[in-house]
């Protein structure tokens, strides 16, 4: 071999060399980086978020269960373990917030919400909610506005109930009516034609919760603006209706009047051909009186539709160690992956907008309540809750007891009570 040829292998055989190593290296870079970023991932400190729930029937520990189980398959670092709070649930759970004992993230009424948020025991959520681009635009507003306070939100709600109207369409039938009122006075009416052989037309309690609707639907408020309007005349105007269906027209009374417990005793024993309740009563139903055919429609309205919003939130614990990965679990369970399992157990409304058609088309003969949303008031009177609600019950109750004739002063007895 000349000297030529033989540099010019030499050189050729150096190049090749030198192209090898680089790729060799650039390979085993990317191996190293990648197994940097596995070690990594694997050997991240596993984080324990404690849930905080009360004692709810096995069908909601359910759903609890199966979005845990769906949540650890996207986050398996981050154990969650759930601690069912049993007997006074407020009360135990602000005496673990007081002894730093509370859970991370935790069940949260609506009733109670103003008292916790308006405290420095929860952490707001804003910061995260913008941070993880979590869409709060697709929670119904009267459930958010629930768990906001001074321009901050605290809670994302969970899931939700309305009130609807129930009605036993064979006693319909039976009395020729043919579609469920649309108004108080076909309320009134079709209840009149009810009322007989020891029925009642309609099962009504001496409940805020029920006859609240009935105040918005007249125009009224219970608490606008931070204060206490218990007195309001469109508020009198309306427990005058509600009341009157009792004492006034004969075609109504309340379940202690007809040996039961709640609406719902009176409806499954057909003591009442029409009650007032949520979506709570389509389980409790299908155990107590299995057989029998009711039908749902959305409640009469007066000078307005209205219906009351029932809901509960999942809030952060402002003493987590933990927020981040609590925040992950609370945009998991509110989110529309969790939210399926609300849709697909039935037991309640999920929170989301964009999942309530779904939650139609699957249970189609429970529109009234979706349909009810939009239009829905939450059930909260900011501070004053547990007060408004003991004075409210008592007006009505006296007005039923005939204790006192008018309603409008037994409201402003009750305002008088709260003390504002």
């Given at each position: 071999?000349?000297?030529?040829?033989?540099?010019?292998?030499?050189?050729?055989?150096?190049?090749?060399?030198?192209?090898?190593?680089?790729?060799?290296?650039?390979?085993?870079?990317?191996?190293?980086?990648?197994?940097?970023?596995?070690?990594?991932?694997?050997?991240?400190?596993?984080?324990?978020?404690?849930?905080?729930?009360?004692?709810?029937s096995?069908?909601?520990?359910?759903?609890?269960?199966?979005?845990?189980?769906?949540?650890?398959?996207?986050?398996?670092?981050?154990?969650?373990?759930?601690?069912?709070?049993?007997?006074?649930?407020?009360?135990?759970?602000?005496?673990?917030?007081?002894?730093?004992?509370?859970?991370?993230?935790?069940y949260?009424?609506?009733?109670?919400?103003?008292?916790?948020?308006?405290?420095?025991?929860?952490?707001?959520?804003?910061?995260?909610i913008?941070?993880?681009?979590?869409?709060?635009?697709?929670?119904?507003?009267?459930?958010?506005?629930?768990?906001?306070?001074?321009?901050?939100?605290?809670?994302?709600?969970?899931?939700?109930?309305t009130?609807?109207?129930?009605?036993?369409k064979?006693?319909?039938?039976?009395?020729?009516?043919?579609?469920?009122?649309?108004?108080?006075?076909?309320?009134?009416?079709?209840?009149k034609?009810?009322?007989?052989?020891?029925?009642?037309?309609?099962?009504?309690?001496?409940?805020?919760?029920?006859?609240?609707?009935?105040?918005?639907?007249?125009?009224?408020?219970?608490?606008?603006?931070?204060?206490?309007?218990?007195?309001?005349?469109?508020?009198?105007?309306?427990?005058?209706?509600?009341?009157?269906?009792?004492?006034?027209?004969?075609?109504?009374?309340?379940?202690?009047?007809?040996?039961?417990?709640?609406?719902?005793?009176?409806?499954?024993?057909?003591?009442?051909?029409?009650?007032?309740?949520?979506?709570?009563?389509?389980?409790?139903?299908?155990?107590?009186?299995?057989?029998?055919?009711?039908?749902?429609?959305?409640?009469?309205?007066?000078?307005?539709?209205?219906?009351?919003?029932?809901?509960?939130?999942?809030?952060?614990?402002?003493?987590?160690?933990?927020k981040?990965?609590a925040?992950?679990?609370?945009?998991?369970?509110?989110?529309?992956?969790?939210?399926?399992?609300?849709?697909?157990?039935?037991?309640?409304?999920?929170?989301?907008?964009?999942?309530?058609?779904?939650?139609?088309?699957?249970?189609?003969?429970?529109?009234?309540?979706?349909?009810?949303?939009?239009?829905?008031?939450?059930?909260?009177?900011?501070?004053?809750?547990t007060?408004?609600?003991?004075?409210?019950?008592?007006?009505?109750?006296?007005?039923?007891?005939?204790?006192?004739?008018?309603?409008?002063?037994?409201?402003?007895?009750?305002?008088?009570?709260?003390?504002?």
């Amino acid at each position: 071999m000349s000297k030529k040829l033989l540099s010019i292998f030499v050189l050729t055989i150096f190049l090749l060399a030198t192209v090898l190593a680089g790729c060799s290296s650039s390979k085993n870079n990317t191996s190293s980086a990648n197994e940097t970023n596995t070690q990594k991932h694997q050997t991240q400190k596993p984080v324990t978020i404690k849930l905080g729930m009360w004692s709810s029937s096995p069908a909601e520990k359910k759903i609890v269960d199966d979005q845990i189980a769906k949540f650890k398959e996207k986050y398996p670092n981050i154990d969650v373990q759930i601690e069912t709070i049993v007997g006074d649930y407020m009360q135990k759970l602000q005496a673990e917030l007081a002894s730093n004992t509370a859970p991370d993230i935790f069940y949260l009424d609506s009733m109670p919400a103003p008292q916790l948020m308006s405290s420095g025991v929860l952490e707001p959520l804003d910061d995260y909610i913008k941070k993880y681009n979590v869409d709060v635009n697709d929670f119904e507003p009267a459930l958010l506005s629930a768990f906001q306070w001074d321009g901050k939100t605290y809670g994302l709600p969970k899931d939700f109930n309305t009130l609807a109207l129930f009605y036993n369409k064979d006693m319909f039938k039976a009395a020729g009516i043919n579609e469920p009122p649309k108004t108080w006075e076909e309320l009134r009416d079709v209840a009149k034609k009810l009322t007989k052989d020891g029925v009642k037309g309609l099962v009504l309690s001496a409940d805020l919760a029920r006859f609240d609707a009935f105040i918005n639907q007249n125009g009224g408020s219970v608490y606008q603006d931070g204060k206490v309007t218990l007195n309001l005349p469109e508020n009198a105007q309306a427990l005058d209706f509600y009341v009157g269906l009792i004492t006034k027209d004969k075609v109504a009374d309340t379940p202690q009047n007809m040996g039961e417990g709640w609406n719902g005793d009176a409806f499954a024993a057909k003591k009442a051909a029409m009650a007032i309740e949520g979506g709570w009563m389509i389980p409790f139903l299908k155990e107590k009186a299995p057989d029998l055919n009711y039908g749902i429609a959305e409640l009469p309205a007066g000078k307005q539709k209205s219906t009351m919003a029932f809901t509960v939130a999942y809030v952060m614990n402002k003493n987590s160690k933990h927020k981040d990965e609590a925040f992950k679990l609370i945009e998991f369970l509110t989110g529309k992956e969790g939210q399926q399992f609300v849709v697909d157990s039935g037991l309640a409304l999920p929170s989301r907008k964009s999942m309530q058609e779904g939650f139609k088309e699957k249970y189609p003969e429970r529109a009234a309540f979706v349909d009810g949303a939009s239009y829905a008031v939450p059930w909260q009177f900011g501070l004053y809750g547990t007060k408004v609600v003991d004075a409210a019950n008592k007006a009505c109750e006296a007005l039923i007891m005939k204790q006192i004739s008018s309603a409008q002063q037994a409201l402003d007895n009750a305002q008088k009570e709260v003390g504002q």
